[in-house]
Each structure stands twice: as C-alpha cells, then as structure tokens.
C-alpha cells in the first residue's frame, strides 16, 4: 500500500471534500486553504479574497486503488473547470479551479488530464496548474463538513447531492456509496 498525496481547488471545499471522502482508494481528505500571501489565513479571511489562497483539499489516497489520474478525472467530472474564479454562486479568486502539484510527475499528469478532459468540456477548462504554497488546515469545524453540519446546510443540500450523483453515475466502481449499494 502506497499512500499519495493530492492537492485540488475546486470551488467549495466542503463541496469537494464529500465528494473525495465517498471515492474508493482515498484514505482522508482536509480541507484547506493554499496558493495565498498571508500565514495562517482564517475562513474569513480567505473569504474575503484578499489573501490569495484557495479553499482547497489534500486528498491522501492509496495509489494501488485509485492512480492520480483516475483522481484527477474526477476532479474535472464532478466540479465546473471552465468557471474562472467562481463554482456556481461562489465569485472570486478563493474558489478557482486549481491543482497543486507535490512534483515534477503529478505536474506532468495534471497537464496531461487538462488536456485529456479539455474535449468534454469544450475546450474550455481554466483550471491553473499552481506551484504548491504553504498548506493551511482549514477550521475544525470545516473537516468533514458534509457529514457533520452540511446536510443542514441549504447551500450544501443544493450543491453536493448532484455532484455526489455524479460520481456515483460516471464512476460507480470508484465510489464507495455505489460500492456499498450494489
């Protein structure tokens, strides 16, 4: 067993995080904030969008269930990587689609996987290749917030269960709810 690191901006990172959490092969998933000027951002500031940082998750997976490409397909399927600082309703720099590679091989597979996924979206992703900043765990109360806050959250009860669905659709032998059902 090989664990491996990945680290994604995908808009909300309570909205990616529920959907690595439910991925077979990933082991945990944080929530974050990286890619900013400030040490030790808070939500609010992040918020804000002044620091720079993205939300974000560092997704720790074992590379003999799930290969960072297969990771990274994800990631496109189940986010919108043609939104220029935004997913959805969330505006600004803090919820770009962004990967931020460990090193030169997961770099080399995320320009691989723009260009692999860039037909189904039209040609049109904008998600950044970032060179990987200091990593800022996110709040407690952010960790596994689908689970513990989100489902009564009206924000998260529109925005997760399709991008869930998604997974479960597209992916139904990486996802663990799917796995768990059939």
Known sequence: MADEIAILAGGCFWCTEAVFLDV???KSVESGYTGGTIANPTYKQVC??????AEAIRVT???EQLSYDDLLDIFFATHDPTQLNRQGNDVGTQYRSAIFPLNAEQEA????????NNADHGDRIVTAIEPLGEWYPAENYHQ???????Q????????IPPKLQKLRKSFQARAKSAAATA
Do not use: L, M, Q, S
């Not at 804000?48 to 940082?53: E, I, K, S, V």
């Not at 596994?144 to 989100?150: L, S």
């Not at 009564?152 to 925005?159: D, G, S, T």
């Open 144 to 150: 596994d917030y689908w689970a513990n806050e989100g």
């Open 61 to 63: 997976f074992d590379n």
């Open 152 to 159: 009564r959250n009206p924000y998260c009860i529109a925005v």
């Open 48 to 53: 804000g969008g002044d620091t720079g940082h």
């Open 109 to 116: 597979k995320a320009k691989a996987a723009i260009e692999r």
């Open 24 to 26: 077979v092969g990933v």
